[in-house]
């Protein structure tokens, strides 16, 4: 169903991004990898997952949120090659050379070409949230090199760091070639049909104005429409609203806290996003009521500012003005004001 919380197995219950399904499908087997890139609670994950679950050849699924590095990493090729292989044996010897945070066997190599030789004709490393795995920009650059059969397709929620680890800043992955697919928030127009095909669905009839009223309130992040659509089957509309809001507001309030938490300007970063919170504006209005606070913030800095919020998904740009991208950012930071 539409408004399951999941992550989507099937394509009948994702909705819409056809473009980007089209993209990715249409060149498994042409490219060495593919990046889906895109803003929190948009999608990518269950775009990866429908079509990891079509593909009949052998593939891994890594979720980087959940291993702690590239040794663990390790682990999944071999899952991969015992399918190719019955009579594969894990990865033995270890006399080691260094690869950023893991040491890898000299025999890796090796036995690395050993399963792709075995693969007869392709197969698929799929890795969600990839900017969390530590040291992944040198293992990913590796298996780019010493590989002609396998696939790795990708996404990552923080854009800025999913392009520094496919090749940004002369990092690892630099000069090797990949797709770039990028998803987008739906329009008002199409959020509206998700609603309504999801409320069909379920055989339960919603008046307009309420549809109209979630997406003023929640915006159009397939995310929060789908929890939204979940509660709203069971409870009545104010109250679904309020607890989307609610939850919402404690996920990217940890969300910030995150980011922030690594930041050396996390005052500034804070201010631009308080400063953005009551509507969109120019990068001149951004940079002179942040100078009212902050009398010493360079020009320059600015503009890196807003760029790294940019990459991060925190703000987009639209034409020559900033905003935040996600609703929920807006009803979090205006909370906090009180």
Excluded: C
């Excluded at 490219?31 to 889906?36: R, V």
């Excluded at 030789?117 to 969600?128: G, R, S, T």
């Excluded at 709203?232 to 509309?237: A, D, P, T, V």
């Excluded at 930041?263 to 009212?292: A, T």
């Amino acid at each position: 169903m539409l408004f399951d919380l999941g992550v989507k197995k099937k394509k009948s219950d994702f909705f819409n991004y056809e473009n980007q399904y089209l993209q990715v499908t249409g060149n498994l087997y042409k490219e060495k990898l593919i990046a889906i890139v895109g803003i929190r609670r948009i999608g990518k994950s269950s775009l990866m997952s429908v079509i990891y679950h079509e593909l009949k050849d052998p593939k891994v699924w890594i979720d980087g949120r959940r291993i702690q590095d590239t040794r663990e990493f390790i682990m999944y090729l071999e899952d991969l090659a015992s399918q190719v292989s019955l009579s594969y044996k894990a990865f033995k010897g270890l006399s080691s050379v260094g690869l950023g945070p893991v040491t890898l066997s000299f025999k890796f190599q090796k036995e690395l070409e050993d399963i792709d030789d075995m693969i007869k004709d392709h197969a698929f490393v799929f890795i969600d949230e990839i900017q969390s795995i530590k040291g992944i920009d040198k293992m990913l650059a590796y298996l780019y090199d010493h590989t002609q059969r396998i696939t790795f397709v990708v996404a990552g929620s923080e854009i800025g760091v999913v392009d520094e680890v496919l090749g940004g800043k002369g990092g690892a992955m630099s000069g090797r070639l990949y797709l770039n697919v990028d998803m987008k928030p739906l329009s008002r127009e199409s959020a509206r049909e998700f609603l309504v095909r999801g409320f069909a669905e379920a055989g339960k009839d919603i008046p307009s104005y309420e549809i109209n009223d979630a997406l003023t309130k929640l915006g159009t992040l397939p995310g929060w429409l789908t929890y939204y659509g979940n509660l709203r089957l069971r409870e009545k509309h104010s109250l679904a609203i309020r607890r989307v809001i609610k939850d919402g507001k404690v996920i990217v309030s940890e969300e910030i806290d995150h980011f922030l938490s690594s930041r050396r300007n996390r005052k500034r970063y804070l201010r631009i996003l308080r400063i953005l919170s009551s509507g969109k504006k120019e990068w001149q209005e951004i940079y002179n009521l942040l100078k009212l606070k902050d009398k010493k913030v360079p020009k320059s800095r600015v503009s890196e500012f807003l760029s790294v919020l940019q990459g991060f998904g925190f703000v987009s740009k639209i034409d020559s003005f900033y905003q935040l991208s996600d609703p929920m950012l807006n009803q979090f930071l205006s909370s906090a004001k009180k």
